[in-house]
């Protein structure tokens, strides 16, 4: 299924706003063959209606405040040797207290891998396993001293990074999301999808009153549909609901069609039944004809079930993107609000997500394998991951951490350029701060936000579209940038 697109139409146009007129300049590029889009009929390629996944953001929120710095360490030879005693002191406590010395604690909780851009060699956890295996195949960008909020509140925190605003000081959750804006601008059929359990601020358009016009919410992918009999359990709960909503919504329906003026306000009801059902009924017909849900999918056993399900969703999204109007996805892992017992927390929860056979090293690994007409499904999913705000870099006297402001962003997908991007350790962490204090010995400090989300992620949705970051981040042009980091670098195809 083709992207829709806007009629043609003529420079002259006076009365094109910015934004129309470069999202039917994106789209007049797609035409001549600069933008890759789905450029053949899903029915045309026969068992499954094959179609390929266009390039896709995967946002995968963290709630909770993600203390990232705890799954990168600085390795025992860092150049800067006060650096590795002070960050020793500042968070030893979050190990257990039987190691003698950082050496001791890095050899037996960290994986070394080497930065490709600077050469430096530093450590992720263990138990993102897969996660390092991933950067030294070159697939994961680390943004360093990011920030997505300059508080350290949760709700407001969550809008930002949802919204993409990150100086946003307003906490209202009526506005518009930076995935909704993405979809808006790539088509009015376009969809954002969300596989978690409820539809967040990300997914959310422009139009005060519709900002879920363009949202599908695939919580379970394999029941989706609004609930038909079931012949095997005719006395079921679930068939006695059925067959009763069934016939009401068809006798009612046809009965108020006639019987009720056009502006009869409960119209909607019947016509959003109508079209629920249609939709669930037509991806269900799809998904059985498609691969069923691998053995290691099906079977996946997470300490979150609820992740483990996305990472389902996942798979059979890339099985029928057309039938979705794929645009982009949303993912979410709670459970980051790490005050105390922050390795047992934080290790199972970055195990859940970074672990070698656990959520998404099981589901991209089939993903890989699943049949395609030009491009591979994985090659076309960048993964975003975001959190409310990072933690301090001082641990408390809890084995835990409390609530900060800056943090890391990470990408991950074969079409970055992986490494680092900005200082990962930064030497004035170690240093006086001009006010006698030094913030890896000062409780309170925080990483120093220096790149704002929106920027990187502008760059990111400029890699789906030319062009298309500027529309979705209108401000990220003036957004903070860490001093010699190039963020337009992650993505060298664009």
């Not at 068992?47 to 896709?56: F, I, K, N, W």
């Not at 409310?388 to 609530?403: E, K, L, M, S």
């Not at 991007?421 to 001009?434: I, K, M, V």
């Not at 790149?451 to 957004?479: E, N």
Request: with cysteine; proline share 5%; hydrophobic share 40%.
């Amino acid at each position: 299924m083709n992207r829709r697109r806007p009629e043609p139409f003529s420079v002259s146009d006076s009365h094109l706003d910015r934004r129309a007129f470069l999202r039917r300049s994106l789209w007049a590029a797609a035409g001549a063959g600069l933008v890759m889009g789905h450029n053949m009929p899903a029915w045309a390629a026969g068992e499954c209606a094959l179609s390929d996944v266009p390039r896709t953001l995967v946002n995968v929120m963290l709630q909770g405040g993600a203390d990232l710095r705890y799954l990168f360490m600085p390795a025992p030879e860092h150049p800067d040797g006060a650096y590795i005693e002070l960050i020793w002191g500042a968070r030893r406590s979050l190990y257990d207290a039987s190691y003698a010395n950082f050496q001791q604690m890095f050899d037996a909780e960290y994986l070394r891998v080497s930065d490709p851009l600077g050469g430096v060699a530093f450590g992720v956890h263990r138990v993102a396993g897969w996660l390092a295996d991933q950067f030294s195949r070159g697939n994961v960008a680390v943004v360093a001293n990011a920030y997505c909020s300059r508080n350290r509140r949760h709700d407001q925190s969550i809008l930002n990074a949802d919204a993409g605003e990150p100086e946003l000081n307003v906490l209202n959750f009526d506005r518009s999301g930076w995935g909704g804006r993405l979809v808006e601008l790539l088509g009015d059929g376009i969809n954002s999808v969300e596989l978690g359990e409820s539809v967040s601020t990300f997914n959310k358009g422009s139009i005060a009153g519709e900002r879920l016009r363009q949202v599908v919410h695939a919580q379970d992918m394999r029941d989706i549909a609004l609930a038909s009999v079931d012949d095997g359990s005719p006395a079921s709960r679930r068939n006695v609901l059925a067959r009763a909503l069934g016939a009401y919504y068809q006798g009612r329906g046809a009965e108020t069609a006639d019987s009720k003026p056009a502006n009869w306000p409960y119209h909607t009801f019947f016509r959003h039944h109508d079209a629920l059902r249609e939709f669930g009924d037509r991806i269900n017909a799809r998904l059985g004809q498609c691969l069923p849900l691998p053995d290691a999918l099906a079977g996946l056993q997470l300490a979150s079930e609820g992740f483990a399900q996305q990472c389902r969703n996942l798979f059979d999204v890339c099985q029928v993107p057309d039938a979705l109007n794929l645009g982009v996805l949303s993912m979410s892992y709670g459970g980051w609000d790490t005050h105390n017992n922050q390795a047992a927390e934080i290790g199972r929860n970055l195990g859940d997500l970074f672990g070698e056979g656990a959520g998404l090293a099981t589901a991209l690994d089939e993903i890989g394998g699943l049949p395609y007409l030009q491009r591979p499904a994985r090659k076309q999913l960048v993964f975003c991951f975001a959190s409310d705000f990072g933690r301090q870099i001082v641990a408390n006297g809890a084995a835990g951490t409390d609530h900060g402001r800056g943090t890391y962003s990470i990408l991950l997908g074969e079409a970055v350029r992986g490494g680092v991007y900005g200082e990962l350790f930064p030497q004035r962490e170690a240093s006086n701060d001009g006010s006698g204090r030094v913030p890896l010995q000062t409780a309170g400090a925080d990483i120093e936000g220096l790149t704002s989300t929106d920027r990187i992620l502008a760059a990111a949705a400029d890699w789906v579209v030319p062009g298309a970051g500027a529309v979705t981040f209108p401000d990220a042009a003036q957004a903070g940038n860490e001093p010699g980091v190039d963020l337009g670098q992650i993505f060298p195809a664009v």
